[in-house]
């Protein structure tokens, strides 16, 4: 049932300190969006940010706006005991990871919180994790609001592309080449140890599960190069057959090709499950497809990306999605996430 | 704890069916948004709405953006027994609100839901009252995120206006009147009746509650007119004083100036709470400031619109909102809502 308060929203614009109106009135707010979440710009196309019922943005004309927005969950994509400060930054990871699949220069987020109750140390904590990010990729905070509830954070972010490059799922043909960015598994392996206590004290993984690095550099230099590009977040499965049934396409990939962290090389051989990094998830890599006229740039800019780039396989004629490991059918037993079930 | 599922997310582009993907591979997604929420566009500039990783969009060069978010949280904003459509019609209204209080055209509109399980039923008629509103108001649904949880909605509204016409709240100045549209208090009676079971058989307040009609056309004819202006959800003196510490100026109001519903008048005079349709809240109607010399223009304007239109006082020099009721000051009991106290 709802208690008797009223909505209990704590808006962009509301003022911030107790204020005496006269006739005795006390306005009295919360004010948590202004207190922990109003920083000074980084672009100057803001106009108005957190203080009004609205942002108002300047879009430069010769640029396309793109947003995304993610929700996490308590209890469903973070444990009771993250710690704030990661949660924040990943918070904000998952939706730049989201720009950066379509070659976007992040620009603003809003944020939505709603919290159980009010505890200044987690706000501070949280805040300087989102803001760490934040400041990495010039986003700024542009509006939010906080409501009183179970603990749940959505963000939705902004950035720019020029007109008409923005990447998108539609555009893989057959013969492109197929490339995931960086290791993938770490997060899932991170998330099973945390779940079942294994014993995997790699801190790498911890550290990709709670605080992954957006792509978002590798997404803006693939803007005139990739034919199609997604952000791994479903695992690398479920995410390329986005690419594929966006493009209309099929494909095979060698699962042999892809780079993988000692940790997950030794669960995946320990336990038999091959399909283990490639269905995982949480990873926000990116999986994008080239046309094969554009190989040789791709390694060339890919060498000076801080982190490697696998060339897995190739966009074909069928309307299958063939996963070969060491030239053998790979067997899937776990097909990515299910949703509601 | 967390589940061991992997992150639950249908992110804007999942794929809506289960697709084969060859190697056995089953490709199941949810697509709750494809399903419910993936409509035709009204707008030539969205480039791409769901199905991607991000929405893009064109922004006509003589336009700003304006975005706001709003959260609706189930025991906190709306009782579990309020009907689907009424909450997605409701969630949707509260952002155009914030839109319409800062004269913006409504265009898009993203929406993270999360929710304990999938019900169709559930989703058809929320989607069905969201609709009825977006239709309304021309606003695509350009992307969302659905995760599973405890019943939230967060919506993201965009919408434009041209370069410099946004209404703010920091422009009230020395001999500004101030307005207020429609009629206040009906909300907050509504919700006070569901409360405590009073027996306020007046369909129209329910109605106010559940289906707030925000005041887009309102705030598009004023944006030449109105100096500054908000919207009335905290309830209208916590509101006004927005106004006030924005632009830095005091106001005088007199109480018997505005357009009360019936019930609410009586409830008022049956309880003795003068203040309560002034800080009840969850009305949804504008309140804003006019220079003096736009007093005819208003006047005219305002005979148009479906709904009364109130003169309730003026912006002065103090620092103070000075409240009477028939010229006797007002004491006021309850200050607005509180956040988390």
Chains 1, 2 share one sequence.
Not at 182 to 197: P, V
Not at 293 to 316: M, T, V, Y
Request: glycine letters at 10%; one cysteine or more.
């Amino acid at each position: 049932m709802p208690t008797d308060t009223q909505p209990n929203n704590d808006k962009t614009g509301v003022t911030t300190n107790t204020e005496s109106c006269g006739s005795g009135l006390q306005l009295s707010e919360f004010g948590l969006i202004g207190r922990y979440f109003n920083r000074a710009s980084q672009h100057k196309g803001l106009i108005k940010g957190v203080g009004d019922d609205c942002a108002v943005i300047n879009i430069e004309p010769h640029m396309q706006l793109l947003m995304t927005v993610d929700t996490l969950v308590e209890g469903v994509h973070f444990s009771p005991d993250v710690q704030p400060d990661d949660l924040g930054y990943k918070a904000l990871a998952v939706s730049l990871s989201d720009l950066a699949a379509c070659g976007a220069e992040p620009r603003y987020a809003t944020l939505a919180i709603t919290l159980p109750q009010v505890d200044h140390d987690w706000l501070q904590m949280f805040s300087s994790g989102l803001f760490e990010l934040a400041g990495q990729y010039n986003v700024d905070l542009i509006g939010g609001d906080t409501t009183r509830g179970p603990l749940t954070v959505t963000i939705q972010a902004s950035g720019v592309a020029p007109h008409g490059q923005a990447l998108l799922r539609n555009g893989a043909r057959e013969g492109d080449l197929i490339y995931v960015t960086g290791q993938i598994g770490d997060a899932g392996l991170a998330l099973q140890s945390n779940l079942n206590q294994l014993n995997y004290n790699d801190v790498t993984i911890h550290k990709r599960l709670n605080r992954p690095e957006p792509r978002v550099q590798a997404g803006l230099e693939l803007r005139q190069l990739a034919s199609a590009c997604i952000d791994v977040s479903d695992g690398l499965l479920a995410d390329l057959a986005h690419i594929l049934k966006s493009s209309q396409v099929g494909a095979g990939i060698e699962l042999s090709r892809l780079d993988l962290s000692e940790s997950v090389r030794r669960y995946q051989e320990h336990t038999g499950r091959l399909d283990f990094a490639v269905t995982a998830g949480d990873d926000y890599e990116l999986c994008f497809t080239v046309p094969p006229e554009h190989q040789n740039e791709i390694d060339k800019l890919s060498r000076q990306w801080p982190f490697h780039c696998s060339l897995i396989g190739a966009i074909d004629h069928s309307d299958t999605l063939t996963v070969l490991n060491n030239g053998d059918p790979l067997e899937i037993r776990h097909q990515g996430f299910q949703h509601f079930s």
